[in-house]
């Protein structure tokens, strides 16, 4: 008899066990397709938000850390700020006139591509997030412990490497906590990390006029301090090709490259504005140490410091073009 109630104790015990177990596991980790559901609808509805994060760009060589900061407004008004380790900060701003690119501390500005944000994956702007997640019909949400988490695949504009991402935000709020573009290993390529978000809140029209952020930093642009001569070293040289010329003239400098992926780098003092002009229309960003760089076909522009560096090239790839730029310094 003793025997008998001994096995049926191990029965119950073991089915409590087994119901605590699938207690505790569904509490931690709950899988379901409302979770997608439940982010995208919130994203979707957003009628505008304020958000600040800290983007990290993991290369080979190094990692390059940028301060961002976005304001938005229903339907598609943006201004992102850019600021670099060096406290250089630039601006993308989307109104009704366009997409600009700004460089309030020489008074410059950039036209962008008018389909900005939603040409290409970006790690900070939640629309761009949003359309992701609903572009992947393979897309999975799953609620850990307080947070959850989203992956889906990407398609990154200019990072080729950059293929999935995961997103994560509150379980209770749905406040955005975390990005990471990853690659084919699992490896992050892209950091993003949220720190802090307001939605729906308090913008007007106004904010997003480009034209106020450049003549309000008119008068602190230094236009009349002179630049001293500089040495430009460009650190790395692409493989299978070798330096031509190498030229300095009147503050400028232009290193000719020959080989199998030819190259041209010119570097010049940038000629600050009294007022804003605008420049040359680009197709695409991407993010060095000193802050952004421009991309068009053969053409990749950014500026470090008070000059402008430019590099010309019919073969190089995105890549390519951030390895030379990235190594380029003055002294």
């Known amino acids: 008899m003793i025997m008998k109630m001994g096995g049926k104790m191990k029965k119950i ?5 087994l119901c605590l177990m699938l207690l505790f596991s569904g509490c931690s980790k709950k899988e379901t397709a409302d979770e997608l559901t439940r982010v995208t609808t919130y994203l979707s509805e957003l009628k505008s938000y304020s958000l600040t994060s800290t983007m990290t760009i993991h290369r080979s060589d190094k990692n390059v850390s940028i301060r961002v900061g976005v304001d938005y407004l229903s339907p598609s008004y943006y201004k992102v700020s850019f600021t670099s380790q060096d406290n250089n900060e630039q601006l993308i701003i989307k109104n009704d006139n366009g997409v600009y690119v700004l460089t309030p501390s020489l008074n410059k500005q950039f036209k962008f591509d008018s389909d900005w944000p939603l040409n290409s994956s970006h790690a900070y702007l939640l629309e761009a997030i949003c359309k992701d997640i609903k572009a992947d019909q393979a897309a999975s949400g799953i609620q850990e412990n307080s947070n959850i988490k989203i992956e889906c695949a990407i398609t990154h504009k200019t990072n080729q490497n950059a293929t999935k991402m995961q997103y994560l935000c509150k379980a209770d709020d749905l406040k955005p906590q975390k990005t990471l573009f990853l690659n084919d290993k699992g490896d992050p390529v892209i950091e993003v990390d ?5 939605p729906n809140n308090s913008l007007s029209k106004d904010h997003f006029n480009e034209k106020k952020y450049l003549t309000e ?15 430009v070293t460009a650190g790395y040289e692409i493989e299978g090709n070798q330096l031509e010329s190498s030229t300095t003239k009147d503050n400028v400098t232009i290193l000719c490259y020959s080989g199998s992926k030819p190259y041209t780098i010119i570097v010049q003092e940038a000629q600050t504005y009294s007022e804003v002009i605008p420049l040359e229309c680009y197709q695409s960003i991407d993010f060095l140490e000193g802050g952004l760089c421009f991309f068009n076909e053969n053409t990749m522009k950014y500026f470090l410091g008070n000059y402008e ?3 010309y090239s019919n073969s190089l790839t995105t890549e390519e073009y951030l390895d030379v730029a990235g190594a380029i310094t003055l002294v």
């Open 13 to 17: 015990l073991s089915v409590l066990m």
């Open 309 to 311: 560096i430019a590099i």
């Open 194 to 198: 949220f720190d802090s978000f307001t």
């Open 217 to 231: 930093q008119e008068d602190s642009t230094g236009k009349d301090e002179e630049t001293a001569d500089i040495a």
